[in-house]
């Protein structure tokens, strides 16, 4: 597989993310920095990466969550300084989905062999 095809989510990984977060963003969902002026950017939902592929994050369930436009915009782009809290309040909705997450399997590692199987 080639390595920009582990970076991506695919249909079914993107599948039960949308089904395991409930279909709604997670910032959304506890009211998260609600300051959107365009209401039509928190109906469109996308699968956000906590790593990002830039960064090497792979497209695994345990990498991705639900974020409208407007929370992924903000998180993607930092430019109202809210990234780092944002990845604090994402990583905290990983935890809480799975005991054994780890920040180091969301990389890809091409001499680790261990992840992808």
Not at 2 to 20: G, H, P, S, V
Not at 82 to 107: A, G, N, P, S, T
């Amino acid at each position: 597989m080639a390595k920009k095809n582990l970076k991506q989510f695919n249909d079914e990984t993107k599948e039960k993310i949308w089904y395991r977060d409930g279909q709604q963003c997670i910032f959304c969902k506890i009211g998260y920095h609600m300051k959107c002026n365009e209401p039509w950017s928190y109906e469109m939902k996308d699968i956000m990466h906590y790593i990002n592929k830039s960064q090497g994050g792979l497209g695994i369930e345990q990498n991705g969550a639900v974020g409208c436009r407007y929370h992924h915009g903000l998180l993607d782009n930092g430019n109202k300084g809210l990234r780092e809290e944002m990845l604090e309040i994402f990583k905290k909705h990983l935890r809480q989905q799975y005991q054994d997450w780890d920040e180091k399997k969301l990389v890809y590692d091409k001499w680790n062999f261990l992840n992808f199987g």
